[in-house]
């Protein structure tokens, strides 16, 4: 098996949002470099040596760096793309972890704007979908084909909670239905509700840049906004965006995180229609007996429990 490794360089105050930021997307194992740590160490434990290898003092000096490892196969690289989106996204909110660069066996982070397409690859999920990015001519021999350009936005199919959604969702859209996207990121589920037959769709996103994103994607499989609706907000916070949100729809479908999906769970009856479905994923395997349970206590019924690569999802009425 071979592996790639990639290196994110950032600035002290960065290590644990960066940790943070890739354990969201399933990558642990990771090794951390910190030149503050390695001066303490130095400090507390000069008793045991008498010199200190100047190669190795100067390969530190200055350096704040996670190291990680994926498998050089699709899912390793689709995981690096979405690392990749992950870390530009942390540096546009917070500039003060710059530099916030990831080289890859010696791709500086320069080289990535030209060279990240080539790790998203035309993907069948399901018994129906064929995932294909914008960039790729393919033929979907009878798969319904859903193409997508991510940008910075989360959502690509590569990523196991949204072929989750996905996989589930081609099984419940009907013909006419109603669907409400919670952190719909890309866009890629709510576009692919209405490429499977539903009639409409609202999205929402806290991050501004997935409206954007997310209508520019509806755009190229040929859904304009009479039928999609895409919005920037807290849907847990924000009055006016729950208004216009409104409720009645078939399926409810939210691939976030698992704090924020137990904070929804005491509304989600609200948005739904009688006889409706609750669709969540974006849990990682530590905690999905815990989301169960806070669905459970929302009066949600659990009616399937669906694991893939360390993630769940749930289908709930």
């Not at 500039?95 to 066996?105: C, K």
């Not at 009645?248 to 769970?265: H, P």
């Not at 169960?292 to 893939?308: C, H, I, K, M, Y």
Request: charge should be negative.
């Amino acid at each position: 098996m071979k592996w790639l490794e990639l290196h994110i360089d950032t600035v002290p105050a960065g290590l644990e949002p960066v940790e943070a930021a890739l354990s969201d997307l399933g990558i642990d194992g990771l090794v951390i470099e910190d030149e503050t740590d390695f001066r303490r160490f130095l400090e507390q434990n000069k008793q045991y040596w008498d010199y200190v290898d100047e190669e190795l003092d100067r390969s530190m000096t200055g350096k704040c760096r996670v190291t990680f490892y994926a498998e050089e196969n699709e899912a390793g690289f689709s995981q690096v793309a979405a690392a990749r989106i992950a870390m530009a996204r942390l540096k546009e909110e917070h500039p003060e972890y710059a530099p916030l660069v990831m080289t890859m066996g010696g791709i500086e982070d320069a080289d990535w704007e030209n060279n990240w397409k080539a790790f998203y690859k035309p993907m069948e999920i399901g018994e129906r979908l064929l995932v294909i990015p914008d960039w790729e001519e393919v033929d979907p021999k009878g798969r319904v084909a859903l193409r997508m350009n991510p940008g910075l936005a989360f959502g690509t199919g590569g990523h196991a909670t949204t072929r989750l959604c996905l996989t589930a969702l081609e099984k419940l859209v009907e013909p006419g239905m109603r669907v409400l996207d919670l952190g719909c990121g890309s866009g890629i589920l709510s576009v692919a509700a209405l490429l499977l037959g539903a009639e409409s769709a609202f999205g929402c996103d806290i991050d501004e840049k997935a409206v954007d994103v997310a209508y520019e994607n509806a755009a190229l499989n040929g859904v304009d906004r009479s039928r999609y609706a895409v919005r920037a907000g807290d849907v847990l916070r924000d009055e006016g965006l729950r208004r216009e949100m409104g409720g009645g729809y078939d399926i409810v479908v939210a691939n976030i995180v698992a704090d924020v999906i137990i904070a929804l769970a005491g509304s989600v009856r609200g948005w739904m229609r009688r006889g409706g479905r609750f669709l969540a994923s974006g849990v990682i395997d530590s905690r999905w007996e815990e989301v169960r349970d806070a669905l459970t206590a929302a009066g949600l019924s659990v009616e399937e429990v669906n694991a893939s690569e360390g993630w769940y999802s749930f289908l709930c009425s």
